[in-house]
Each structure stands twice: as C-alpha cells, then as structure tokens.
C-alpha cells in the first residue's frame, strides 16, 4: 500500500492545490502575532538592532551594533532584516517577516526537491514539503531569527537548481545554483557550500548518470559566484587588509577549532541527540522504519540521501567546536525527504499506527500546554494565562474533528493532516506563551516601556555590564555599555577610524579613570539599568541616582 493509495491522476492534479493549502495554513501560524514580543537575547536582539542601525545610517557595508563595527558574519542578514524593518516597521514584526516567509519558501523548495527525487511522483512531493514544514527545528528557526533559517533557504534553493540542471540541461538552473551558492556564501561564509555540494555528490555518488559537460555557462555561473558571494569580502579586504586574516582565521578556522573561541563549545554527541529530539515524532518513524529496512535493500539514490544529505553535514558539523540547534537546519530536508520514502513502503495497517501514535503525541502535547494556565505550583517560573489553555483546547478540539470526520476517499492522507493542524496551534499557543514570558525568555520591551514613561523618556540610558541589543532596538537608541567583567562585552574595536565608541563603551576596570558618579558625567541625570543588584564596590555608580524601579530581574535607577 502507498502513502497516497489515490489514483495517480487525481494525486497530481490536486498536489499544488494541496501544497498552497498547507502553505496558508503554515502561513497563518507562522505570520499572525509577529510583533507579540519583542527580539530575544542575544542571537535574535544582535540581528535585530544591527538591521535597525544599518538602516538609520545607510552604511550597507559596515555592520554596527550598538555603535560599534561588527564583522562576525557576512551582511545578507542584516540586509533582509533592514528590508523587513523599512517594510513592516521598526517593530518586531519586522525583523521576524521575512524569516517567516523564508520558511514559507523552503517547504516550497522541498516540494521541488522531491519531485526529482521521487522522479515525477507529486504525493511524495508534498508528503515531503508538509513533513518538512511541521518538523520542530524548522519552526524554531522561524521563531527565533538569526542566519541559519536563510542560509538554509538559500541552500536548498541551490540544491534544488542544481538537481533541476542535471536533469534537464537547461542553463537558467545553472546560473540559480550558482547565485544561490553566492547569497548563501555572503550569509555565512563557507559552510554555504555544504549542502549544496552534498546534493552535487548524491545525485552522482555510484549512480550511473551521465555527466553534464563543462560549459560556457559554467564559467559564467562560477563568475556570478564569485561577484555576489567574495564581492563584500573584497571590498573589505581592500579597504583595510587586515580584514583577510579576520575572516579566513578569526571567524572560520578559528570559530571550528577552538571551543572557547564564541563560548559555543558543546560535547561531539550534541547534535547525534538534539536533532532526532527537534524532529520528533517524525524522527521517530524515519528510525523506527530504518531499523526495520536492511542497508542493502535501499535503493542507491535514498542511501546517498542518507549519507550526503544527512550524515555526512551532521559529522561534520559534529567536529566543529562552536554548536548550536540551527546550525544543523541545512539536514532536517534529507530528513524530510527519507521519512515519507519509508513511510511510502509502508502498508495501510502501518500507516495507521503510526497516525494514531503521532495523534497522541499530538494530543499529549496539546494537553500539558492547556494545563499550565490551571498549575499552582509557585515554582514554576512561566506565566501562563488563560488564552494558552483556550489555543491548546480549539487545537485538541481540531484534531479530533479531523479524526471523526475524516473520509478515506480524500485525496491527502490523514497521517499528513493532523500534523498541520497540530503545528498551526502549536505556533499560536507558542506565541501565546512567548508573550506572557517575556523577561523569562531575555527579552527586554517591559524594561524599554518602562524607561520610555514621560518621567524617565529622554535620558541618557546606561547598561551595566551587558551588552543589551534587545533594549537598544526597543529604545530606537544606543544605550551606552558600562563594562565590568562580562566578556560578551568586549568588543573587536581595531577596525574603528577613531575612539568615538569609547562614548558608548565604559571600561569601569580602567584603573586610570576616575571613579566619578554617573550622575555628573551627563548633562541630564542618566537612567543606570542593572540586572540583579549592584555589588557593594560598585555602589558609587548610582551616587544620586536615588531613586529604584524594578521590573523582573532588571532594576532602573534614576535621578528623581
């Protein structure tokens, strides 16, 4: 029995209805309630106030955060959040639009992807598409912003060019793998290669293809490539030399040997966990499934997937030292890709298993968030209102009227069904609950609301040994960082034309500044933001700052 046990016909004729479909549904999810709270430390609040001070001073070259020139990853990024910003606003909003749609674009692209590796078979497809779109990691990577959920768009459009090249000849696709492999390389320099390289070895690895000959579009292709993908790097490098070390040392060989190098560092076994975890429970069946399936019995082109487009990126990036979940987006396609391949094999008594076992996962799930609003426990550290319970009700709600109303003669299969509905609410009671949480997730808007009340609006903000993008974005102004110790807050200052970000920095461990109050250091009394409470040695920085708010674990100090 097929995964899709439907005639052929009616398959293809309705995948592509089915696809938008589902692409609305995820859309829905994923677009509504944007702006409900604000960006996170630090990934997110990093690339939210970059993009904001780019736009405010047009300077597309030289990315800044907190006034500061800051060059740890290419400016694709900080470009699109930019964008996002000058479309939707200088909201939250704005910095999480077009990561939302880029994971709008990657389950399209897996669509494609699986329409060449299932040879023509548009069920599979979008089997692929809507089990890549409900697969937890994706939806995190939507939720919490930084340049994995674009390079991974970026990656895949490249793969998906690529295949789409080998199969048809036609050069047009050429030239889109070759630019997507330059974007991809200007997001995050060479592991942008990886995926695409690894889709280049599957498609021939033992197989028996005949090879495309090299062309003139090649050499043009490899052009663009190195205009789109080495053109910032250029500029920069010519700019100041220096910037060569800096990108081919500091942040590439040095960011994958050293572990203290970004304070990254995580065990080898650290993905070989987490990854099946942010894929559950489709994970669970893929090894489930393989367990049951012998090595030998796998066609060529499904063991490649296996190897190059999940394998393979997951060692490597297993022996980098620097880790985190997003890093390893680029293999959860292949994932995607080899699930619904096992799955196709299965009969209709497997099959449903397994429906019923992903609608108690799901039921489970939905369970424990409705529940927490009702908990009493005072340790528990979140909020949850009553609105977490409503959104986890309508979606138990939803997934059983699928389950009773369902007609076996619909032309997409319910084990497809009860996971998009389950993740359309899941993200809603997500939101919910992000917003409740606030300063438990290291956001910084309740602070911001606070600072910008008419009896504190206007003065200079100072931040304690933190570096706090997140209030800054919040602020639409620069805090001036006091540093103490805290080494996020060393910044990489030898590419500053003069000492003007000393204004912003305030090394209170320079033992040759005098220990003069903050308070008459500024025309106006200064508003001093200290997470937690100051140490007695330390006391002398809120001299005339008499006067204390608190606001979660944050305390303001001001003049009255």
Known sequence: MELFPEAEPLRARFALLWLGLFLILLGLGLLSGLNAWGPLES????????????????DWLHPRLLGIQHFHKPPLTYWLT????????PTAAGVRLLPALAVLVQVGLVYGVGLVLFEGNRARALAAAVVYGTLPAVLISALNVTTDVYLATLELAAAYAVLRYYVNGRPGWLYLFWLALGLAFLTKGPVGLVLPLMAVAGFYFRQSRPRRPFTVHHALGIGLFLVVGLGWYGYLATENPAFVRYFLFNHTVERFVNPASFGRS??????????????LPWSAALLAQFARTPWAALPRTWRNVWVFWVLVP???????????????????PGVALLV????????????YR??????????LMLTAIGVLPMLSIRA????????????????????????????PEWPVPRLLVAPAVFTLFLLLAAKTLLHQNELLFNGTRPVAARLLLPHLAGRPVLVYNELLPS????????PVSLFDGNEKLRRETQFEADRAWQRLLVNLQDSTAPSVPLAARWSRPPLLVVKGALAPDRQWLRTGLLREEQVGPWRIYYAP
């Open 43 to 58: 990934s997110e609040a990093r690339y939210a106030e970059i993009g904001r001070e780019m736009l405010a001073s047009r």
């Open 82 to 89: 930019a964008a996002g910003l000058a479309v939707a606003g």
């Open 266 to 279: 995580k065990p080898w076994w650290f993905y070989w966990v987490l990854a099946p975890a942010v894929s």
């Open 314 to 332: 997951l060692v490597f990036f297993s022996l980098s030292s620097s880790k985190l979940l997003l890093y390893v987006l680029p293999v959860f």
């Open 340 to 351: 619904v391949y096992y799955l196709g094999r299965c009969p209709e008594a497997v099959l």
């Open 354 to 363: 397994w429906y019923l076992g992903m609608g108690l996962f799901f039921g």
């Open 380 to 407: 528990l550290p979140l909020v949850a209102s009553p609105a977490l319970g409503f959104w986890a009700a309508v979606g138990l709600g939803a997934l059983l009227v699928q389950h009773l109303l369902w007609r």
């Open 471 to 478: 209030l800054a974005f919040e602020l639409g102004q620069i």
